[in-house]
Structures are given as C-alpha cells and as structure tokens.
C-alpha cells in the first residue's frame, strides 16, 4: 500500500493559480509553457509571475529546448521538494475536507469520537434552524 505523504498546508502552493500549476505537473515529468497558460487561461505574464514563486522556493525549475522549427520553447517541471510539498499540501486540504464533512480524520480513524454530536437532521443545524424557512 501506497504511503500517503505527511500533510502540511503550505501558503505558497496554496494560491489557485500555483495550485493548478502543480496539479498540472505532477503526473508529469514536465509540461511546455504554452501548455500550462493556455490550460489556465492566463497570460504570459500571470504564469511567469506565479511560477517564479514556486521556482524561488525551490518547488519547480525552467528548462529550454529547441523545437523541430528552431524555436526554443520553455518547459516546466517540479523539483523532488515540489512533489513532496505538493503532495502534503493535497494531504492537509484532505484532512481539512474530512473534518469539514464530520469524518475522523485519517490518522485518528480508530479513535472513538466521544462528546461529538452532528446536526439534528429533524430539526435542520446544530441550533435547531430549520433547513427550510417555510417550516
């Protein structure tokens, strides 16, 4: 079994663009620029922009290559740091979903969860609103 990463939320990857870039290069070995920008809908400038955070934390890096018509095209990949931040940032926003749906969050699974109550469906939230004005 697969080993999930350690999760840790992190402000840098965070951001939705960023956030997008890296889920758009971690299946991947890397992706050309062009690609990414039109995938996010930005312009030149907002990828740039955003991807030189992830390069000036040490999360992703440039490389250049020549295309079949001589042009050099640009090419984006995430470092071994990206991945791994990546990764526990994808693990923390797990947690954070489970909690905000009332699971027990992974690692505590087995833990009973005593002195917890949820909604009373009956009745609509936990203050005892009804989920419909009209009732």
Not at 38 to 54: H, I, M, P, R, T
Not at 93 to 114: C, M, Q, Y
Request: hydrophobic share 40%; aromatic share 4%; proline share 5%.
């Amino acid at each position: 079994m697969a080993r999930r990463a350690a999760a840790r939320f992190d402000d840098i990857i965070h951001a939705p663009h960023r956030l997008r870039i890296c889920a758009l290069l971690a299946p991947v070995e890397s992706m050309e620029f062009g690609t990414i920008r039109d995938e996010l809908g930005v312009a030149d400038s907002v990828l740039s922009k955003q991807f030189k955070v992830l390069t000036d934390a040490g999360y992703a890096t440039t490389s250049k290559a020549a295309a079949p018509t001589g042009r050099a095209r640009t090419w984006l990949a995430l470092t071994r740091s990206g991945r791994k931040a990546f990764a526990g940032h994808l693990e923390a926003l797990r947690e954070l979903a489970a909690a905000a749906e009332g699971e027990p969050l992974a690692r505590s699974a087995s833990v009973p969860r005593t002195g917890v109550e949820g909604p009373d469906r009956d009745r609509g939230d936990e203050h005892g609103q009804a989920d419909d004005p009209q009732q």
